[in-house]
């Protein structure tokens, strides 16, 4: 059937309208804006969300004002920010420094999303006044972006004390200018000078205001006025995350029969290797002694039969959603037979191994969207061992490691290897534990896992 003119683009033509806003029919670009104190965790949020939303595949970017301030060449002092009295509301000059550089974030901000280069921006400032709202509303509205308010409310004195010693005394307006003890100070200080002028969010301070507060790093929110698919991501990713100090270990099954003869997926059982590492893997929870450990296991054989060698008393639970990327057609053959009796299947995957879907069967992007309930899972819980399999880990890897989807593919997991992941502020520390299995040691290196020499596996 003939499609009448114009009709094809009768979508586009009701993207925006000034009287009903942006239509949900269209992807439009989101700003994330964040507000609060200094000290607040806002960084922190920001960070994390970007890695949330990158992981998930939205091209994501975050612009910190603080950033555009160190290199603005009339910021005089404020080059480093190491005098608190540059952030008071009585100190015209830099008031105006601060302007100019929060100006010149927001530019670049819209040039990203409406380049087409990122569909979500995250503008990481204070922005403690309804003035300094107000005018990042009619700025996203005249370049026509959705704006989400994200405001870190903290009166807790610990988690305010934390966030200022670890990270705050190290950054770059303190580093090497100050001792440990006058960059606290100074900042504690610059607190005060923006608690003069802060103004928290109010749900009448404008009619279109979608916002969420984020209470005592977690303890509590108020959400409102969510609108589109991305204010709903963020709002359902801030309700778990937490801050609490915890460990995730990660590991491949045990050696399994197609493992030894390099056929993909099936379901067969460990090898004589595989039974070793299982047990190996249990000795080596006995000794680390890991409180309130949680296993969660796929539900294929293998990785089972490598669960189950752990102490009765760790709590273990088994995930369809962490079975292996499903290869379809070319289930149980080898990459050899896949090249000879599907070419053409071999040389797609070869050209982008991330979107790759086998026939009947999955692709690395599908992975990532089944294992979103475990990631959600991962930020909410304590101490966690994941026994899995390759491509499922690649997944989660990619996630805390912050790596690019393009590189998700090639990250090399070794059999019988255990990753040890600690999430921090800023990143997330990564150990490697190698068992030898002749000797039974372990090798114990701090780095994250590199990628695969050979680009197939």
């Known amino acids: 059937m003939e499609i009448p003119p114009g ?14 806003g942006f239509s949900d029919q269209v992807r439009v670009p989101n700003v994330i804006v964040m507000v609060g104190l200094p000290a607040r965790g806002k960084t922190y949020i920001s960070k994390k969300l970007c890695r949330y939303l990158k992981w998930t595949g ?55 999303l409406n380049s087409g280069s990122g569909s979500v921006a995250i503008f990481d400032a204070t922005n403690t006044t309804k003035d300094r709202r107000s005018i990042i509303i009619d700025f996203c509205k005249k370049k026509r972006l959705r704006c989400f308010f994200i ?8 988690i305010i004390d934390s966030n200022v ?119 080596f929870f006995e000794e680390e002694e890991v409180p309130g450990l949680r296993v969660w296991c796929s539900q294929k054989v293998r990785a089972a039969q490598t669960a189950q060698q752990l102490k009765p008393d760790f709590h273990t639970e088994y995930w369809k959603a962490l079975d292996e990327l499903d290869a379809g057609i ?26 790759y879907r086998y ?21 909410r819980q304590a101490n966690v061992l994941v026994v899995s399999h390759q491509a499922v880990l690649r997944c989660i890897l990619a996630y805390f490691y912050d790596r690019p989807l393009s590189e998700l593919p090639y990250i090399d997991i070794p059999l019988h290897s255990l990753v040890k ?18 000797t039974g040691e372990w090798t114990e290196t701090s780095a994250q896992l590199p990628l695969c020499d050979s680009p197939r596996d």
């Open 359 to 379: 026939p009947s069967g999955e692709s690395y992007e599908d992975v990532v969207s089944r294992l979103e309930p475990v990631i959600m899972e991962l930020e």
């Open 165 to 283: 010693t670890d990270v705050k005394v190290n950054s770059p307006d303190y580093k090497g200018l100050m001792t440990a003890e006058q960059a606290k100070e100074d900042f504690m200080n610059r607190i005060e000078n923006y608690k003069r002028q802060y103004e928290p969010l109010e749900e009448s301070e404008h009619e279109s205001l979608s916002f969420i507060k984020v209470i005592n790093a977690g303890r509590s929110f108020k959400v409102h006025q969510v609108r589109g698919h991305v204010q709903s991501r963020v709002v359902y990713f801030l309700m778990n995350i937490h801050l609490l100090p915890r460990s995730i270990y990660l590991t491949r099954h045990g050696q399994s029969e197609y493992n030894a003869m390099g056929r993909l997926g099936g379901d067969s059982p460990l090898t004589d290797d595989g039974r070793k590492y299982a047990s190996a893997l249990a000795d």
């Open 330 to 355: 070319c289930e149980g053959l080898t990459y050899e037979d896949i090249t000879q009796r599907y070419p053409k299947q071999a040389d797609d995957r070869a050209t982008d191994k991330y979107h």
């Open 58 to 112: 939205f091209k994501t970017k975050v612009f910190n004002v603080g950033e555009y301030r160190r290199t603005d060449a009339n910021a005089a002092d404020a080059i480093h920010g190491a005098n608190a009295s540059f952030f008071s509301p009585d100190n015209a000059d830099a008031l105006k420094v601060r302007a100019e550089s929060a100006r010149r974030a927001m530019e670049d901000m819209a040039d990203y």
């Open 151 to 158: 405001e870190s409310v903290c009166d807790d004195p610990a």
């Open 421 to 438: 992941l600690t999430p921090r502020a800023y990143h997330c520390d990564s150990t490697i534990y190698a068992l030898d299995l002749e």
């Open 7 to 20: 009709l094809e683009t009768t979508k586009r033509k009701v993207a925006h309208s000034d009287e009903h």
